[in-house]
């Protein structure tokens, strides 16, 4: 390809409406263009990537034993009624009708669709397992799109269902999916880690996130030092810390005038925050309240803390709620609050000994506050939030925490939508039993920007070679100059003959304006032919990661150059 013939608009300037670093560059280096909110056209450049990850991934989809189909983007409604997700989906998804009045959806998702076109012809164990992808654009009617690709309206993903005779054959294929998207995530050229993470939503048994590692990610996700533990803030478990027995000394009131955070109750006492008891309000969607206590230094897991009291929704509570369970904002301990309320400490409280905690009174604390022995009706579990440095749940080694982008995803999901759906197949008794099912997706786009937001510095993009719009572009340095315009061509005929994806910049544009658009766009290599390269026989060959230049000569830059694309 050549740059004379690529429609690739670069943009000086970063357009206002741009929020990320993966859009702003996108938008700059001419490979996307907005048509709508969260709605994008993709410019030969993206698009080039895309096909390159979407091959990535057929392979390994092929080679995991899954066969690609194309469903339908517009689902009859009936589907969706089946399963009751009609009614609950809401407002992200995008609804239509056809010219009879008949309602449609343009496909978020396709469970439904997948699983009615399993239950009319699945019939027996003998057809199982039986794993379907396809890679196509799903729709979902953000309230506020943003972020570029990130969070779009209509994306690129993959999609794969698995179907099993049972639990077992399910683990069986979900450990193939682990597998074969950890090599996805790697063949790309990304830093990432498998975390596990929360299904509340989906329900039943596992799922594990494939997070593209990113300081602009969104999500909050620890990992061990020493072993491979990885989960979500919100899902990574936590073992009680555990506090030196002490003598329990009677409990002591004592003043604490204006003191309603533990900040400031813990430096005016100077009692260290390992001595002190935070307590958190929260309300559930039927107006209850949920108090919650954790150490002092430590913060409350809302996500453990709704799962384990079944709430749907919590918020921080009013005070007038807080005070109707006998509670005072700001000085408030399990003690003396109201019979049934429901408390939850943490379970690292439960150990502490002779601790400062709120009175339940006016400007006043607790000294030498026991929980073994002052809290009573009170439920104990884990529902701090882990933090920097807290203790692998697997080995006890420090955690670190990082933030990255949620690019792919595998779920268990049973018999859910098998059931809803009556698929059925007869087992090796001639028995009827609902399928068992797993999905497993990632998001195609997605995973392009979150490979921009890991790979750029402030002159552009840094792509991993594996899904580089091209590897390499040859620059003449001056197109005018018949002598150097015919060398790069000798160059770029020569990569092409070796496989290499190459790119022939041969715009008569300044050689200052070449460099600065190669950057931009990020290709890993850059040959650069100029007045040396006719006069002195020296072509310059610059690595755009490290900014590393090498020259050659025409005669030996081809293995060189092919030795180092290995490496990228
Ligand atoms: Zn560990």
Redesign the pocket.
């Known amino acids: 390809m050549r740059t004379t013939q690529l429609y690739a608009p670069t943009l000086r300037e970063t357009p206002a409406e741009a929020e990320v670093v993966s859009q702003k560059l996108m938008l700059r280096a001419g490979m996307i263009r907005k048509a709508a909110g969260g709605i994008y056209t993709y410019l030969p450049l993206a698009w080039r990537t895309l096909k390159k990850i979407e091959q990535i991934i057929r392979e390994e989809m092929d080679e995991a034993g899954g066969q690609e189909i194309s469903m339908p983007i517009v689902q009859p409604s009936e589907l969706w009624k089946e399963t009751g997700r009609w009614a609950v989906y809401g407002e992200e998804m995008f609804r239509l009708k056809d010219r009879h009045d008949r309602e449609f959806c343009l496909g978020p998702t396709h469970e439904e669709m997948v699983t009615s076109l399993v239950r009319d012809e699945v019939r027996s164990y003998k057809q199982l397992p039986l794993m379907l992808y396809q890679i196509q654009n799903k729709y979902r009617d953000e309230i506020r799109p943003r972020f570029g690709l990130m969070r779009g309206r209509e994306f690129i993903m993959q999609d794969l269902y698995s179907f099993d005779k049972d639990e077992a054959g399910l683990n069986v294929s979900y450990q193939k999916m682990y597998d074969a998207y950890s090599r996805i995530f790697t063949r790309c050229g990304l830093q990432f880690r498998p975390v596990e993470a929360d299904n509340g939503a989906i329900g039943g048994g596992h799922s594990h996130e494939f997070t593209v590692l990113a300081d602009a990610g969104e999500s909050n996700i620890v990992y061990?030092?020493?072993?491979d533990?990885a989960a979500s803030d919100e899902k990574a478990e936590l073992k009680p810390v555990e506090a030196a027995a002490e003598e329990m000394q009677p409990l002591e009131t004592i003043a604490t005038p204006g003191m309603k955070t533990i900040e400031l109750v813990a430096e005016s006492l100077h009692v260290p925050f390992e001595k002190t008891i935070k307590a958190v309000a929260f309300q559930n969607e039927k107006d209850e309240v949920v108090l919650a206590f954790v150490r002092g230094d430590h913060d409350v897991n809302e996500v453990k803390l709704q799962n384990l009291t079944g709430a749907l929704t919590l918020r921080m509570a009013d005070d007038a709620a807080i005070q109707a369970v006998g509670g005072v904002p700001g000085f408030m301990s399990p003690i003396g609050i109201k019979k049934g309320t429901q408390i939850v400490v943490d379970a690292t409280v439960m150990g502490m000994y002779n601790a400062v905690a709120g009175a339940n009174a006016m400007d006043a604390h607790y000294k030498n506050v026991n929980p073994k022995r002052d809290f009573i009706e009170v439920t104990a579990a884990d529902i701090r939030l882990i933090k920097d440095g807290d203790p692998?749940p697997?080995?006890?080694?420090p955690?670190k925490m990082t933030r990255g982008i949620e690019a792919g995803q595998v779920f268990t999901l049973g018999t859910k939508y098998t059931e809803a759906l009556h698929a059925t197949f007869l087992d090796e008794n001639g028995k009827e039993k609902p399928l068992v099912m797993g999905c497993y997706g990632i998001g195609v786009s997605r995973t392009m920007a979150a490979a921009i937001e890991q790979n750029n510095d402030e002159q552009g993009i840094i792509w991993p070679r594996a899904i580089a719009p091209f590897e390499v572009v040859v620059v003449p340095v001056n197109a005018k100059v018949p002598e150097q315009l015919a060398l790069a061509e000798t160059i770029y005929a020569a990569l092409k003959g070796a496989g290499v994806d190459v790119l022939l910049d041969d715009r008569k544009e300044r050689a200052g304006v070449k460099f600065k658009d190669a950057d931009l766009i990020g290709y890993p290599v850059r040959i650069t032919v100029g007045p040396k390269a006719v006069e002195e026989n020296i072509i310059e060959v610059r690595t755009r990661r490290t900014g590393n230049t090498q020259n050659f000569t025409p005669d030996d830059y081809l293995d060189e150059v092919l030795a180092l694309l290995k490496t990228l």
């Open positions: 061990c030092t020493a072993c533990y692998c697997h080995c006890g080694a955690v």
